[in-house]
């Protein structure tokens, strides 16, 4: 049995592990705990060390699909859950201006892990205080060639699309080395 | 779609990056505990600005500011200008010869910056950008580039913090972007800035170049920070961020990107068909 690994990270509350529960034939393996925090306290609980989700695709072959924790001080846990990884998916909530800093730290970190392709998923996209990907592309400097997508992580076909379009460039990435 | 937050998270220099490099049209209004202000902007250019309340009449004002009218000369054309437009009080005081369409075009426009720069040193407050609402066609409007006004704000910065976040790493190069509308000639560059743009080459790290110029680490990062954000350069490797280089004395065999896992292109296919069928 062969197992491949995406991991799917951004800041706290970027909606990382509703991205993951839209299409995992499992239900989410959490390490959330409770939040106790006050300044935190925008949700009832958060991921501590992972994520985990699964993707069968058939006998011999299954996804898995790692969340890593949102928080700085889990950030140890980055390094490991990127070890290995097919591509990344950086969430960030189009909604909190507050996070861009943040989601784009972990973008340049994550890029240094390892050179695999990576999409940005702008989140939160249904509702109206969200901005624009592209004006999310020049915040956080993304280079042309890096895809910037449009997603709403409670909405199944919007994390299709955004793990076929990170398959896409990984297959283009494949293909140049190839020499296709 | 909205674009709405608050200076604490989101600076005033960022802001107008955004809207050059987005050469987006429409106000920026921004609103504090006692101050507001508002700035416009047509296809990524700075066009209009004021502080406070604005009925589109305070021409006089201006150029009494600039000294182009006395204090007297103002009071009386602001008592007749009663439901005039400031473009229409311009056209008589030109007509009137009392001033030239230089002068209103100069005093109007560094009254523009002079609000603009103000805003820079705004540490806090809401702001809200409404896509394509302009003022109304009574206003005298400049066209202004917004790189070189970004390159004045940066020079106004005195946050270390905001720099060190923005630019944690100085061993990285820099080079000069290829956006075509990019206009070095056109901003007013000092001369430390200068020097700096002279030692802009992929070979030369930012650390070399403020060793180079004797420039100490907050001035250079103040420098790079502006000729960033006013789109005039980029770096050659993205930085490394700071917690990252913290921790490099822990992970010493991290030392570069690790390479993609060996996969089959037929595995990513099979992938791909699969997440199509979910």
């Known amino acids: 049995m062969q197992a491949v690994k995406m991991v799917i990270t951004g800041p706290f509350s970027a909606g990382k592990t509703q991205f993951i529960g839209s299409v995992s034939e499992i239900d989410v393996v959490s390490t959330e705990r409770k939040i106790s925090s006050v300044a935190e306290k925008v949700k009832e609980s958060t991921t501590v060390a992972m994520d985990f989700g699964r993707i069968t695709v058939g006998d011999d072959l299954v996804l898995y699909l790692f969340g890593t924790p949102g928080q700085r001080r889990f950030d140890f846990m980055w390094d490991i859950l990127s070890q290995g990884m097919l591509g990344f998916v950086v969430m960030v909530d189009s909604t909190k201006p507050e996070t861009f800093r943040e989601a784009k730290r972990i973008l340049e970190t994550f890029e240094s892990y390892a050179s695999t392709p990576f999409v940005v998923a702008a989140n939160k996209q249904d509702q109206e205080d969200a901005w624009e990907p592209e004006d999310l592309r020049i915040i956080l400097r993304l280079r042309p060639e890096v895809k910037i997508l449009p997603c709403v992580a409670t909405d199944k076909e919007s994390v299709k699309n955004t793990l076929l379009e990170l398959l896409y460039s990984i297959l283009d990435q494949l293909d140049q080395e190839n020499g296709n | ?278």
């Open chain 2, 1 to 278: 779609m909205a674009l709405k937050g608050n200076l604490r998270d989101f600076s005033t220099t960022q802001l107008l990056n955004l809207i050059n490099l987005a050469r987006k049209t429409g106000t920026l209004s921004i609103q504090t505990d006692s101050e507001s202000a508002q700035m416009s902007f047509r296809e990524g250019k700075l066009i209009y600005a004021y502080m406070g309340n604005n009925n589109g009449n305070h021409l006089a004002q201006i150029l009494q500011n600039s000294g182009k009218l006395s204090a007297e000369q103002a009071q009386v054309i602001q008592s007749h200008a009663e439901g005039k437009s400031d473009k229409e009080i311009g056209h008589l005081l030109v007509t009137a010869r009392r001033v030239t369409q230089n002068d209103i075009i100069q005093s109007v426009r560094q009254y523009i910056l002079d609000t603009v720069y103000k805003l820079f040193t705004w540490g806090e407050g809401f702001f809200r950008f409404d896509a394509n609402k302009l003022p109304g066609s009574g206003y005298i409007t400049i066209p202004i580039d917004l790189e070189s006004v970004i390159m004045e704000g940066s020079r106004r910065l005195k946050e270390w913090e905001i720099l060190q976040d923005e630019l944690p790493d100085l061993d990285v190069a820099l080079r000069f972007t290829d956006r075509p509308d990019a206009r070095l000639r056109n901003i007013n560059l000092t001369v430390e800035e200068w020097r700096v743009v002279s030692f802009v080459n992929p070979r030369n790290s930012i650390r070399q170049i403020a060793k180079a110029n004797n420039l100490s680490d907050f001035e250079i990062r103040r420098i790079v920070y502006g000729m960033l954000q006013a789109g005039l350069v980029e770096f050659v490797n993205q930085p490394k961020p700071a917690a990252d280089k913290k921790e490099s004395a822990a992970r010493p065999q991290k030392g570069a990107a690790e390479p993609s896992p060996a996969v089959k292109r037929s595995v990513v296919v099979r992938l791909i068909d699969r997440i199509r069928g979910l």
